[in-house]
């Protein structure tokens, strides 16, 4: 009797810690692919083709939801960086509020 109580017990205690680490696996990985799309964001948004020195773009990650902000020079960098984000996996809807500086001629002499 004593014999098939410590089975029981045994057998109990494996499930419960199966359990628990199952759970810790896959929050671990949910971390790591958030982590993840940060990282494709990033080095999608410095190969633009017309990102330059004096272009800002910051981004924010929430679930599937990038929102962009900052302020660039260049043309089209805008459009460009809404579809370059847009065509990451995981990326579900983009915000695009980066906003286009006016141009300047005295600016442009100073670049």
């Given amino acids: 009797m004593k014999y098939a109580r ?3 017990v045994l057998a109990i205690a494996i499930a419960a810690f199966s359990v628990v ?3 810790a696996q896959s929050y671990s990985r949910n971390k790591v ?3 993840s799309v940060e990282q494709q964001i990033y080095k999608k948004l410095l190969g633009l083709p ?3 020195v004096f272009d800002v ?3 924010q990650v929430n679930g599937g939801t990038v929102t962009l ?5 260049s043309l089209g960098t805008k459009s460009a960086a809404e579809a370059a984000v847009k065509r990451i996996a995981g990326v579900i809807e983009v915000v695009n509020n980066i ?7 005295f600016d442009d002499q100073i670049r």
Avoid: A, D, F, W
Avoid at 99 to 105: K, M
């Fill in 57 to 59: 773009i910051k981004y």
């Fill in 99 to 105: 906003e286009n500086l006016p141009p300047s001629s």
């Fill in 6 to 8: 410590r089975i029981l």
């Fill in 21 to 23: 680490s199952v759970n």
């Fill in 69 to 73: 902000t900052g302020k660039i020079h």
């Fill in 50 to 52: 017309n990102y330059g």
């Fill in 33 to 35: 692919s958030t982590r």
